[in-house]
């Protein structure tokens, strides 16, 4: 719980306007971790030391993940005189999910100096920003600051004068969800369909054109900079205990002022609906939320008091923390035509690579659409709660469990309101 | 109608293979060129992308119909992606869709006779809190959408006024 | 040595593998569709799931750890894996449906999913038979499908190229087609086209799926996606019986299976030959079923004045002895061919050398540049170094120019010298030039007798490839004088072995009347003072074995159990003089 929020001063949002010019950046003490890593590279900071103050801090991946981001760099294997790669994931596809383009339009900088930094760690020759096809303004911003950071000597060749190369490039993708995943990622950045790899083995092991690779969501490694700048003991007290730092909620749907704010992790959902984003709009009662994206299990308005935006508090309500961007649904929000378009987005958005999500997404769908319909039988009910049994786990990668989950929570805990929409069995006595 | 790229085309198209280990991993960026150039990349034109980069017509083919933003025919001048997923859903999203439909008289998928415009369904954009929207021809975002704001785009666009790019600064920007 | 546990049972294993193609080995069960074991594997299909446990290592105690009974603990992955694409380790448990709910559970969902879009085609589908997906829905799927929806529509009957028709609804998206294309053919004609359940493979838009391997696509199909065009709805799997034979359109040697309904053969596919052809046979392979069947020689032939007149064995034998009575040797000129098998050349050789003629050659076939590096050679033959090993005489063209200028009688064994353009028919007026065949070609129009000879599908008999391979085929056509079902190595098929003869679909239209080479010059033998006695393949290659060293301690058990004998390694193909 984080109680004194009113008075938090953000760290990835720049306090006033943005900071896209490197001068501007510079000013506000931007570039300095860079510069001290590289410093002290041979001292303090080793790339060794580097990692172990980023798993430290405890930063947990922001992409829907959530696994700790120091302790995924640490799987990198030792060199062996080849390349090796981080790609940054920004397809930021997740219905509900706004954030990084923030990062890309206001601090563009925050993040190319974190992937720098984490690109010296691993050891990484090249960073790889993939951008969704969609946010072409965004890659605008970003190729300019990329373009900005080279000038400026932060990339390229003996960056600062530390013997340390670093390249970094802008892949913009071309509309598709899947590429969000790390393995279909890199199958996008290869040129080929996005099919998600079977694993083992892992982008560690083999990544990118066959290269260890690390793949990172853009925020977290915009919080590369702020644990070295604070210090992982203060980063690690920031928020909820077990999933620290500042986090960027993107709040959507019946408020009153949706956006995207920055907190600690940890907030009260309440204390964000209602104060935050200035509470229901029109005066509606609050009647469920989906609390990070559109994978992760919806919660009633019965079930968010106490329930805080972090892991372990969201998994013990029954959700999880995913992006953290939330959909916030009032009293009048048909919820069987919400789960139905839920349906009909994870059905265009299967890549069809294996079997139980190419068909399954697209029996979900065409079972939500008899039941929105009023076609649909009590039967259907039962029908569609197994088959998100029969899908998930089965599959070579997640899409197919983001695509089980809505479903089954859904359906569960707002099981009276599907049972209405159903015809009423010949048997059904008044 | 020939495809064919100039000398201009292929120094581009050589800056673009320059940021890659293979020549394969130029496939989407050239694709996204040649849809910049010619407005789509038809079954023509990836076979110019497929020869310029010595690649196998079948996998441009494959990687073409895979991501849908690559336009497989010729579409309006501006194709409008009206999102209605998710947070746009529940926000008016399809409202704004079937106002769309009824002001310029096609349905999703359709292009109105003059050219000008074509309607399309989106999944999520990554705009949910400024819904509902829509975006032109995979470029600027039109946040925010009323009847009334789609009525006067729709009049600008047909004297060829593109909005401006709309930066929406988060509120803690705002308050400092 | 390793050991791995699969359904309460120990195995041991010397080289590191895959779960899947190890079960598989032990003969032992486990659906799959998209796994293959000459392709990549992409693990798409989920259908080999099974449970995997591993060994647990304390890291701490350096050792594993153990429960009370001192038996390593085994830590169970907390979803199903995938067998065909997870490496063996020492130790490691493996469930399957034989001990596993869950894994029966997903090996029924499994299939129920794919059932979803897939059309009830079975009545109307070529793969009906020798479906994997027909067997394993049977053994482990659903009783019946919960989808009550209309199926998603695509492409269907589409002529993908000149020899696939590809029907996209029926496609599980497997990709083998499209991997075969990448990763064997090299063709890179192939592609999945569009995205999720709408999905299906097809060529780059305007072109056609004209690989020279085409075909391999329609036997890699899981279900029937991709079929043959012209074997379409012609026979049902279990109608045809399938027979083991040579590719005889080059000198490769692919081994390959005749499959026969009716006595007419109605299709060829590969047959696997780790040392050969792999899986994988050439198209121009297949087609030569039509060879078999069509415009073949049935009854000798005699020219009376200038027309072919079918006349009977006995004539045949009585003017082939008088014409040879009636030359000295000199004048007559023996050709032998690299498109008949060892047995025929050296009945032939051995038959005219007891009858004086001392030298027979044959021409060998090569076109430089025609083969491929993979399945094709430059040689057209199926049995040129045959020959060679048997003894003829490799001539140039010029060579056999002059050769038949010189002789007076001209007899020839399978060779079209005329429709291979190595002699005109005017270069044989005024000569006698006996032909023996299987085929109507050029050369038989300008013969004075015709002698019908079986071909591979009629008879067993052994080639040696280009790389000095020497494999036999089986006899799978009758002729009017073999019985399938006393030949002990005719296969027969289901409609040969039940039902009465109403409904055995059995014409002897399809009988060619001929004899094998050697039984012809057996038969001939006693009429000239001979006294070779040829009547089994077998045993004259017995012979063979013991009067040529090259043959020496090969039999046709070996070829069989050993899948071909090298004889001896080829550094190049036959070269001529």
Known sequence: MVNDYQNYKTLILPSKGHLRNVSD????????????????????????????????????????AGFNTGLKWSFMPKPDGGKRYIAANGDESEPGTFKDRVIFEFNPHLFIEGAIIGAYAIQADAVYVYIRGEYRSWINFMEKAITDAYKAGYLGKNILGSGVNIDMYVHSGAGAYICGEESSLMESLEGKRGYPRVKPPFPAQRGLWGRPTT???????????LILNMGSAKYAAMGAKTHPGPVLYGISGHVNRPGVYEYPTGMLITDLIYDVAGGMRNGKKLKALVPGGSSTPILRADQIDGVSMDADSLRTAGSMMGTAGMAILDEDTDIVDFLYRITHFYHHESCGQCTPCREGTGWLEKLLHKIKTGEGELRDLDLLLDLTSQMEGRTVCALADAAAWPVRYTVTRFRDEFEARCKKSVFAFA | MTYTFDSEDLKKIDAIKAKYPTVLSASMPVLWYAQEKFGHVNNEVQHLVAQTLALPESHIHGVATFYTQYFKKEMGKYVLDVCTCFSCQVCGGYEMLHHLEEKLGIKVGETTPDGKFSIQQAECLGACGYAPMLQITNDVYVNHLTKEKVDSLIEDLKQDKMPEFESIIPPQMQNS | MPEIIIDDQKFTYDKPGKVLQFILDQGLDLPFFCYHPSLSIPANCRQCLVEIGTPVFDRATNSFKVDDNGNKLVQFFPKLMTSCSQDMSDGMVVKTHATSEKVRRAQKDTLEFILVNHPLDCPICDQAGECPLQIQTYKYGPEGSRFEFKKVHKPKRIQLGPRVVLDAERCINCTRCVRFSEEISKTNQLTITARGDKNYPTTAPGRTFDDPYSLNTVDLCPVGALTQSDFRFKARVWEMNQTPSIDVTNGKGTNVDLWVRDNLVLRVTPRFNPSVNDYWMPDSGREAYRLFNENRISRPEIKLDTELIKTSWNNAKETLAEILEAHSPKDVFVLGSGYASVEENFAFKTFFANAGISSSAFVPHVISGSGD???????????????????????????????????????????????????????????????????????????????????????????????????????????????????????????????????????????????????????LAPRLNQSVNWSDSSDLFDEIASSIPAFDGITYDRMDLEKGVVIQPAETEAKTI
Not at chain 3, 503 to 520: G, I, K, M
């Open chain 1, 25 to 64: 950046y510079e000013a506000t003490g931007g570039y300095k971790a860079l510069k001290d890593v590289l410093a002290a590279k041979e001292s303090t900071w080793t790339r060794e030391n580097v990692i172990n103050e980023v798993k430290t801090a405890g930063l947990r991946g922001r992409g829907g």
């Open chain 1, 215 to 225: 793949i990172n969501n853009i925020e977290s490694l915009a919080n590369v900079p």
């Open chain 3, 373 to 523: 590096g993979f399945l094709l050679t430059d040689d057209q033959a199926p049995n040129t170094k045959g020959c060679e090993l048997v003894g003829l005489e490799a001539l140039s063209e010029k060579s056999l120019s002059s050769s038949i200028k010189k002789a007076t009688v001209i007899i020839v064994l399978s060779e079209d010298i005329v429709g291979r353009g190595l002699v005109s028919s005017s270069d044989l007026e005024g000569k006698t030039l006996i032909y023996f065949g299987t085929n109507k070609t050029e050369t038989a129009k300008t013969a004075q007798l015709i002698i019908p000879v079986t071909c591979i599908a009629e008879h067993a008999a052994s080639y040696v490839n280009a790389e000095g391979r020497i494999q036999r085929s089986m006899p799978a056509k009758e002729t009017m004088y073999t019985n399938r079902s006393l030949h002990p190595e005719m296969n027969a098929g289901r409609l040969d072995r039940f039902g009465t003869k109403f409904d055995n679909w059995r014409s002897d239209n399809n009988r060619v009347d001929a004899y094998p080479v050697w039984e012809f010059l057996s038969q």
